[in-house]
């Protein structure tokens, strides 16, 4: 197996994270390894050393929007393993839908025939 590579992250690095108590977010990358495995965000731990981060879920390069978008899916798979109806699910699924095709400037979301208020 060959050694890490260490790289720097230049704009549009981002890591998608969860927390212990399941909470989804995102934060810039400024360095990230790159194995045989894929890429792992580092960050600096309290002793000054880069070490994998242990929150990142995904590491990408993408703009604001898909950034967005793929934190908000990642969300609605911790939703999706509460939900416990097929109608929960079902609805789940349209939001899913809706979040991975929405572009800025286009309407909400309405379920349940709802006028999207």
Do not use: Y
């Not at 890591?15 to 990358?29: L, S, W």
């Not at 109608?87 to 999207?116: C, F, R, T, Y």
């Amino acid at each position: 197996m060959n050694a890490p590579e260490i790289e720097f992250a230049d704009a549009g690095w981002v890591a998608i994270t969860r927390d212990e108590g399941g909470r989804v977010g995102v934060k810039p990358v400024r360095m990230f390894e790159l194995t045989e495995e894929g890429v792992t965000a580092l960050t600096k731990n309290a002793d000054g050393l880069m070490v994998r981060d242990p929150h990142a879920v995904e590491v990408i390069k993408t703009d604001a929007l898909h950034t967005a978008k793929l934190a908000w899916m990642h969300k609605l798979m911790g939703v999706a393993e509460r939900c416990t109806t097929s109608e929960a699910l079902a609805d789940l699924q349209k939001i899913a839908s809706w979040v991975a095709n929405w572009q800025p400037g286009e309407p909400g979301l309405s379920l349940a025939g709802g006028d999207g208020c």
